[in-house]
């Protein structure tokens, strides 16, 4: 099973909401990632968990706020988001990378439409 | 910093021919991976083609191949038999093995497949 899934498909919130984007994968991956893409861009990395450890985060701003729950589970909270960060929002998973092993090819999630009101 | 660089942003091919996707890349490191991604219309990225630095053979996925020129820093993607399908935006990403994990694309070629 090669899927990352994601929750919700397309999610329109205004600039007070709080909500949470989800992500899944069961290929017993151990490195989990969000990436931003606005139309017509290539995806901006923003976190990169290993091994349910933030290893990476890319001076991304405070109101975007990661959780790794487990090592099947990605969340990404945000909260008082403001017009500009409408854009897709892409979960990926890859093996990891620590040990020197693998292919690290990362697997994309179908993402989430965010629309910031 | 590594940059990757995709002078094409978008092309056309005719059923069944053949088109060659240009991607070229910025690098110190003499260790890394490259990848060919596919993102068709409102879907999902898919991996097409991945080739290792330290690997001299190109890397061949039924009908994509590239073309990795090392030296040149250059990695392009040929697409042969083009398909209705295959019309999507390819995104030529490039990882450090030093900083495994973050990877970075270029900024897309959009390829249209004319009937």
């Known amino acids: 099973d090669t899927e990352v899934t994601q929750t919700p498909k397309h999610l329109v919130m205004g600039m007070t909401n709080k909500k949470s984007l989800k992500c899944e994968q069961h290929?017993?991956?151990?490195?989990m990632y969000w990436y931003k893409q606005k139309a017509k861009k290539p995806p901006e990395l923003m976190f990169v968990?290993?091994?349910?450890?933030?290893?990476i985060n890319e001076s991304v701003p405070s109101r975007f706020s990661p959780e790794c729950p487990n090592s099947s589970l990605l969340n990404l909270h945000l909260h008082a988001l403001q017009p500009e960060d409408s854009a897709l929002y892409l979960c990926?998973?890859?093996?990891?990378?620590?040990f020197g092993t693998g292919t690290y090819e990362q697997y994309f999630g179908p993402g989430t439409r965010l629309t910031v009101t | 910093a590594q940059t990757v660089t995709q002078s094409q942003p978008e092309m056309s091919v005719q059923e069944a021919e053949t088109v060659t996707l240009s991607c070229t890349y910025d690098?110190?490191?003499?260790?890394?991976?490259l990848f060919w991604y596919k993102q068709p219309p409102s879907r999902q990225m898919i991996l097409v083609i991945r080739?290792?630095?330290?690997?001299?053979q190109n890397a061949t996925e039924n009908r994509f191949s590239v073309n990795f020129q090392k030296a040149a820093k250059s990695f392009s993607l040929k697409i042969s038999d083009s398909q209705l399908g295959d019309t999507a935006m390819y995104f030529c990403?490039?990882?450090?093995?030093?900083?495994?994990?973050?990877?970075?694309f270029g900024a897309g070629t959009r390829l249209t497949v004319k009937p």
């Open positions: 990926a998973s890859s093996q990891d990378f620590r």
């Open positions: 290929m017993g991956h151990r490195a």
């Open positions: 968990y290993s091994y349910e450890k933030l290893s």
């Open positions: 690098t110190s490191e003499s260790n890394y991976y």
């Open positions: 080739q290792e630095a330290y690997k001299q």
């Open positions: 990403a490039f990882m450090n093995l030093g900083a495994l994990g973050d990877m970075r």
